[in-house]
C-alpha cells in the first residue's frame, strides 16, 4: 500500500505543468509549460549604474502575464530602490533608532533558507525565510509563500503570504509620514509603458491619490510586448484592510500598511499580512 502511494504521488508529481528553475545564481525562476511565471531574487541584485546602497534581495522581478508580457521592472532610475512586487518601510524604530528597509538605509533583507518548493497540477508553492539585518544583527524574521495558479482564461493568480516577526526586541513599522503619504508594504512597481489606466472598486482612477481606502487596485497598460496588466487584491484578514493605497501612474500599485500609523512587531506575535496579485492578458475583464 505504501508503495502504491509513493507510485502514484511520483506520477502526479511528474505531470506538474510547473517547474523551478535556477536562472542564475541569485534568482529561482518558475515556469509553468516551459513558459515564465516569475523569478524570486534570493541573492544581492546588482545593476550598473545604479548606487550601491540600493544593492538589495529578496524580491519578485520578473513577472509574466500569461501570454508573456513583462509587467515588472527593477532598479528604474526615478525610484532606483523600487523592484518589481516587493515590501518594505520607509520607517522601521529599533530601540530609538529610525532605519529605512525601503531605500535600504541602516537595515537590509537577507535570504537565509528555502522552506519549501512545490509544483503541483493545478499550482506551485515557494516558501522562504528572510531575515532583516542591521550589521550583523537580525531583527526581523521575514517568511513568504507564494502560490501560483495555473493560468486559465488569460489570467493567473499568485497569492502571497507575509509573515514578520521581531526576533528579540520590539520593531515598530510606520508609512512614510511627508505630506501624509503613507506609503510603506505591499507593493509593484511596472515595466515602462503606455496608455496606463488604474482602476478600483470606484471606477476609473484619473489621477493619484495617497491613503485612499480601497479593496483591490488594478492596473492596465500597454507594455513593450503587447497590453496586459495586474490587479492586487488586499486579503480581508489582512490588517487595516481595507487599507489604503499609493497609487501612481507613472506605474506604482502599493497597499499602505500602517500607513500613517506604526504597528509594532513584538516577539512571540508575528504579524501575518496576505495578498492575491492576479496577472492577465489584453481583453481580459
Same mark, same amino acid.
Given at each position: 500500500?505504501?508503495?502504491?502511494?509513493?507510485?502514484? %504521488?511520483? %506520477?502526479?508529481?511528474?505531470? =506538474?505543468?510547473?517547474?523551478?528553475?535556477?536562472?542564475?545564481?541569485?534568482? @529561482?525562476?518558475?515556469?509553468?509549460?516551459?513558459?515564465?511565471?516569475?523569478?524570486?531574487?534570493?541573492? *544581492?541584485?546588482?545593476?550598473? +549604474?545604479?548606487?550601491?546602497?540600493?544593492?538589495?534581495?529578496?524580491?519578485?522581478?520578473?513577472?509574466?502575464?500569461?501570454?508573456?508580457?513583462?509587467?515588472?521592472?527593477?532598479?528604474?532610475?526615478?525610484?532606483?530602490?523600487?523592484?518589481?512586487? $516587493?515590501?518594505?518601510?520607509? #520607517?522601521?524604530?529599533?530601540?530609538?533608532?529610525?532605519?529605512?528597509?525601503?531605500?535600504?538605509?541602516?537595515?537590509?533583507?537577507?535570504?537565509?533558507?528555502?522552506?519549501?518548493?512545490?509544483?503541483?497540477?493545478?499550482?506551485?508553492?515557494?516558501?522562504?525565510?528572510?531575515?532583516?539585518?542591521?550589521?550583523?544583527?537580525?531583527?526581523?524574521?521575514?517568511?513568504?509563500?507564494?502560490?501560483? /495558479? %495555473?493560468?486559465?482564461?488569460? =489570467?493567473?493568480?499568485?497569492?502571497?503570504?507575509?509573515?514578520?516577526?521581531? #526576533?528579540?526586541?520590539?520593531?515598530? @513599522? /510606520? !508609512?512614510?509620514?511627508? /505630506?501624509?503619504?503613507?506609503?510603506?508594504?505591499?507593493?509593484?512597481? $511596472?515595466?515602462?509603458? /503606455?496608455?496606463?489606466?488604474?482602476?478600483?472598486?470606484?471606477?476609473?482612477?484619473?489621477?493619484?491619490?495617497?491613503?485612499?481606502?480601497?479593496?483591490?487596485?488594478?492596473?492596465?497598460?500597454?507594455?513593450?510586448? !503587447?497590453?496586459?496588466? *495586474?490587479?492586487?487584491?488586499?486579503?480581508?484578514?489582512?490588517? +487595516?484592510?481595507?487599507?489604503?493605497?499609493? @497609487?501612481?501612474?507613472?506605474?506604482?500599485?502599493?497597499?499602505?500598511?500602517? +500607513?500613517?500609523?506604526?504597528?509594532?512587531?513584538?516577539?512571540?506575535?508575528?504579524?501575518?499580512?496576505?495578498?492575491?496579485?492576479?496577472?492577465?492578458? %489584453?481583453?481580459?475583464?
Amino acid at each position: 500500500m505504501r508503495f502504491t502511494f509513493l507510485f502514484l %504521488a511520483a %506520477a502526479l508529481w511528474a505531470q =506538474s505543468p510547473f517547474e523551478f528553475r535556477e536562472v542564475s545564481p541569485e534568482s @529561482l525562476g518558475l515556469f509553468e509549460n516551459g513558459k515564465p511565471v516569475y523569478v524570486y531574487n534570493h541573492g *544581492l541584485m546588482r545593476v550598473e +549604474g545604479a548606487p550601491e546602497d540600493r544593492f538589495r534581495c529578496c524580491y519578485v522581478h520578473p513577472v509574466y502575464s500569461p501570454d508573456g508580457v513583462v509587467l515588472t521592472d527593477d532598479f528604474p532610475r526615478d525610484h532606483y530602490h523600487h523592484r518589481g512586487i $516587493f515590501w518594505s518601510w520607509p #520607517v522601521v524604530n529599533i530601540e530609538g533608532e529610525r532605519h529605512d528597509i525601503w531605500v535600504i538605509r541602516g537595515i537590509r533583507p537577507q535570504f537565509v533558507r528555502w522552506i519549501a518548493r512545490e509544483a503541483g497540477a493545478r499550482s506551485a508553492r515557494l516558501a522562504v525565510e528572510n531575515g532583516w539585518y542591521v550589521g550583523d544583527r537580525k531583527v526581523v524574521t521575514e517568511t513568504v509563500e507564494i502560490v501560483a /495558479q %495555473a493560468a486559465g482564461s488569460g =489570467s493567473r493568480e499568485i497569492h502571497f503570504a507575509l509573515r514578520f516577526e521581531a #526576533v528579540d526586541k520590539p520593531v515598530e @513599522l /510606520q !508609512g512614510e509620514p511627508t /505630506q501624509k503619504k503613507g506609503y510603506g508594504g505591499f507593493c509593484v512597481r $511596472f515595466a515602462p509603458r /503606455q496608455e496606463t489606466v488604474i482602476t478600483t472598486e470606484a471606477g476609473r482612477e484619473a489621477r493619484d491619490t495617497d491613503m485612499v481606502a480601497h479593496p483591490w487596485a488594478r492596473m492596465d497598460a500597454t507594455f513593450r510586448e !503587447g497590453r496586459a496588466g *495586474l490587479r492586487i487584491d488586499i486579503d480581508s484578514s489582512s490588517r +487595516g484592510f481595507p487599507n489604503g493605497w499609493c @497609487l501612481r501612474h507613472y506605474g506604482f500599485l502599493g497597499v499602505n500598511f500602517p +500607513g500613517l500609523g506604526s504597528h509594532t512587531l513584538v516577539p512571540g506575535r508575528p504579524l501575518g499580512l496576505r495578498y492575491k496579485v492576479t496577472v492577465f492578458s %489584453a481583453g481580459t475583464p
